[in-house]
């Protein structure tokens, strides 16, 4: 079936320093590709999102980048802080879902101060 | 604005129990997706409902079931409950006409004992 490969599974980070996540997608028909971080006892938060006519996107310290040839994107997060420290997936809409979002495994992100 | 209610926050149940959780979505979200979130499996795909209707639906036994009032106030059912069924549920609300911004509640976290 289709999916979403995420990787790291797990990064840790100094303060200060910068975090790369990368995720792969295999639904080619894929347009939109959002980032979703999840804290302790809550449910994911969307953070950033790209859709397939834009290569880059950036909101402060969080930038999303995307290859569409490669089906892959990535979350980069500069100046990392402590409370970057969470669980953070990437998704991708796949048309066997009727275009619902299919998420990647996750990325535990460890911020050492 | 309200964010999206899900209730109970926490679910203890035995082998072949039944149980149903509820979502409230966002003010004006005419779309309600669960997903079932376990540390092996991830973030995983159920069913959507849109208008009252299921509008998509993963790769789940019909043991998963849901439905969606007039208000867009959404429930879900697992009936004859497994302990295999231990997960998080959460719920996700959205406008419902394409666009794929999911807004997650901070879900229900059911055991089964």
């Known amino acids: 079936g289709e999916n979403v490969e995420q990787h790291p599974s797990t990064l840790s980070v100094q303060e200060g320093d910068s975090a790369v996540i990368k995720c792969t997608y295999s639904d080619s028909a894929s347009n939109y590709f959002p980032w979703y971080k999840q804290e302790l006892g809550k449910g994911p938060q969307l953070i950033i999102d790209?859709?397939?006519?834009?290569g880059e996107k950036k909101d402060q310290r969080i930038a999303v980048t995307l290859n569409k040839t490669a089906k892959h994107f990535s979350l980069h997060i500069t100046e990392t802080q402590p409370e970057d420290s969470a669980v953070y997936f990437c998704a991708a809409p796949f048309q066997e879902y009727g275009n619902k979002l299919v998420f990647g495994a996750g990325t535990i992100l460890r911020v050492k101060s | 604005k309200a964010g999206v209610t899900q209730t109970p926050r926490y679910l203890i149940k035995t082998r072949g129990q039944q149980v149903t959780l509820s979502c409230s979505p966002i003010s004006g979200h005419r779309s309600v997706s669960w997903y079932q979130q376990t540390p092996g499996q991830g973030l995983q795909f159920l069913f959507e409902y849109f208008s009252e209707t299921q509008r998509n639906k993963g790769n789940f036994p019909g043991r998963f079931s849901g439905r969606q009032f007039s208000n867009s106030r959404s429930e879900m059912n697992v009936s004859t409950l497994e302990l295999g069924d231990s997960a998080l549920y959460l719920c996700a609300s959205s406008f419902g006409g394409g666009d794929e911004k999911l807004f997650f509640g901070s879900g229900t976290q059911l055991s089964v004992l």
């Open positions: 790209i859709r397939s006519n834009v």
